[in-house]
């Protein structure tokens, strides 16, 4: 999938659902999300990752944060509490216009719509953190190596760069078609039980701007990610597993860009 059918796809997402179109927990049907209860999981998030970050030794100045695949702001507004600036990046319009939204009162926050395989917006060197989580394995490869180069690009000398990415995909034992089909039958089930007039409306416009229920997924070997990450100037401090989800095998990269 290029990046228009990315993008068309995502604003489908976004149009129908954006909160459990980026944190698709198997208890929040769609439009079940309370906003509340969702940007909470992004405040826990960010203090955890922070306190991790200083574990490591990685001593940040706290200037100016990038959240790639900003999605509504989740993980950029509490960034909000560490960083005087947080720009937060995403592919879908209105994703952004929701996170505009959703940070009106949030002066530190600014957010950017980037339809191109690069973060040519920002110039080098620019901030002392990058963070990018549930998002890159929604992209083709070619492009991740791009981003991951980008990221490395942006970020200052002693910044910090974290990220996720499944290595593998763990079959179930069942056939590709087979799985295919319950997976759909899946999602019709989840959108019968929460049929609706305000669902009804989103489903409309989820189609309409792209297929509401498409989610590609990308894995890259922890092999070949250390190697984009080395030859662009970065130094992997720690790798831990992670939960990205059921099927697959995933990690979190931290790194620090060397001087």
């Given amino acids: 999938m290029d990046l228009k059918e990315l993008q068309r796809n995502w604003e489908g997402l976004a149009q129908f659902d954006p909160l459990w179109s980026i944190l698709t927990h198997g208890e929040k049907r769609p439009v079940k999300w309370d906003v509340k209860d969702f940007f909470e999981t992004g405040n826990h998030q960010v203090d955890a990752l922070m306190d991790y970050l200083r574990n490591l030794g990685i001593e940040l100045s706290y200037d100016r944060a990038l959240d790639f695949g900003c999605g509504i702001g989740r993980i950029t507004k509490p960034q909000a509490r560490y960083f005087r600036e947080v720009c ?73 760069l974290v990220f996720n990415l499944p290595t593998e995909y763990v079959p179930d034992g069942t056939s590709p078609v087979i799985r295919q089909f319950n997976d759909v039958a899946k999602r019709i089930r989840t959108f019968v039980l929460d049929l609706s007039p305000k669902t009804l409306l989103r489903f409309y416009r989820g189609v309409r701007y792209g297929v509401p229920w498409g989610m590609e997924m990308h894995t890259m070997s922890q092999v070949k990610v250390s190697r984009f990450v080395e030859v662009n100037g970065g130094k992997i401090v720690d790798v831990q597993r992670d939960q990205l989800g059921e099927r697959f095998v995933s990690f979190t990269y931290y790194v620090v860009k060397r001087s």
Wanted: glycine content about 4%; overall charge negative; some cysteine.
């Fill in 88 to 160: 937060g990046v995403d592919i879908a319009p209105t994703m952004i216009d929701w996170a505009r939204k959703n940070s009106m009162q949030e002066a530190r926050c600014k957010y950017y719509l980037n339809e191109t395989d690069n973060l040519q917006l920002f110039p080098d060197a620019t901030f002392d953190c990058v963070v990018s989580l549930i998002t890159l394995q929604h992209i083709a490869p070619q492009y991740i190596s791009n981003y991951i180069s980008e990221f490395l690009r942006v970020l200052r000398p002693g910044g910090a």
